[in-house]
C-alpha cells in the first residue's frame, strides 16, 4: 500500500485486534453499553472493508472472551444479539462482497441459532478464496491451548494444526484501541512474535486512518525473531 507521501509500506499478511472501549466510549456520550458495542461493530464493518481493500489476508478481532460471560447478563445477550445480526447480514451479502467470516472460539456453549448461522457462514466461505474476518466468540487463548492439546492428544494430529487458528499465519501485528497495555488472553500461543500497538482510541471511535497509523508504526520495527 501507499502512503499520501507516495511511500510503499508492507501491509502485515494477519492482524489482530483487541476491541477495547466500547463501554467508556457509551459513557462518554451518555449511552447504554449495549449502544458502544453496536457502534464498535460498526467501527469493525468499516476496518474489515478496508483491510479487504489495502490487501491484507486476515484481520482477526476479539469480540467476546471467555471471561466476558461474568458481565451483567443484559449487555452479554446485547454483544451476543449484535453477532447474530451480523452473521445474517454476512451470509446475505459476503460472497458477493468478497469477504470472508468465520469465527473462531469455543462454540459448543453458544445458542442453537448462534451455531446454525456461523456453520452456514463458514460453508459459505469455504467455497471461495480471499480476505477472511475472523471474529473471536467465547474465545481465550489459555481455552483454545488447553481444547487443542486434547485435541492433539486424542487424534495424534500436530498441536497447531489443532488451534482455532490451524493454516492461518500468525499476526505479525496486534493492535489495542482503549488505552490498555496488555493481551487479556488474545492469541498466547500466535503472539509469541506479533508487534504490539497500543492507542487510547477508543475501539468504536477507531478509523481506517488508526490502522494506516499502525501499519507505518509496522513498517518501523525491525523483526528478528529471537535472531540477531
Ligand atoms: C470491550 O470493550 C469490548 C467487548 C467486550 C465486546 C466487543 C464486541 C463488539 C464490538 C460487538 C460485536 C462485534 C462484532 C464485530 C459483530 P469494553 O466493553 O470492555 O469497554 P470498556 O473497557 O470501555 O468498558
Known amino acids: 500500500m501507499n502512503t499520501s507521501d507516495g ?31 453496536k457502534q464498535g461493530a460498526e ?34 445477550s446485547a454483544i451476543l444479539r449484535i453477532l447474530e445480526d451480523y452473521l445474517i447480514e454476512a451470509i446475505e451479502k459476503m460472497a458477493r462482497e468478497g469477504l470472508r467470516m468465520r469465527i473462531l472460539g469455543d462454540t459448543a456453549p453458544l445458542s442453537e441459532r448462534l451455531k446454525r448461522l456461523i456453520g ?9 478464496e480471499g480476505f477472511t474476518a475472523n471474529l473471536c466468540v467465547n474465545y481465550g487463548g489459555r481455552d483454545e ?35 490498555e497495555h496488555r493481551l487479556s488472553n ?16 477508543l475501539w468504536p471511535d477507531f478509523e481506517p486512518a488508526d490502522l ?9 520495527r525491525e523483526r528478528r525473531f529471537g535472531g540477531r
Open 186 to 201: 488474545f492469541m498466547l500461543w500466535q503472539s509469541a512474535y506479533s508487534e504490539l500497538y497500543f492507542t487510547d482510541t
Open 43 to 76: 467501527a469493525f464493518r468499516t476496518l474489515a472493508y478496508y483491510c479487504r481493500d489495502i490487501g491484507m489476508d486476515y484481520l482477526s478481532v476479539y469480540a467476546f472472551s471467555t471471561e466476558n460471560w461474568k458481565r451483567d447478563k443484559l449487555e452479554v
Open 120 to 128: 452456514e457462514a463458514h460453508s459459505i466461505a469455504d467455497t471461495y
Open 145 to 179: 491451548i488447553l481444547r487443542a492439546a486434547k485435541k492433539a492428544a486424542e487424534s495424534g494430529a500436530a498441536f497447531e494444526d489443532c488451534l482455532d487458528t490451524a493454516g492461518l499465519p500468525d499476526p505479525e501485528l496486534i493492535i489495542r484501541p482503549g488505552g
Open 212 to 220: 494506516d497509523a499502525a501499519i507505518v508504526w509496522y513498517n518501523q
Open 7 to 37: 511511500k510503499t509500506l508492507t501491509v502485515p499478511r494477519h492482524v489482530g485486534i483487541i476491541m477495547d472501549g466500547n463501554g467508556r466510549w457509551a459513557e462518554r456520550h451518555a449511552f447504554a453499553r449495549a449502544a458502544g458495542h
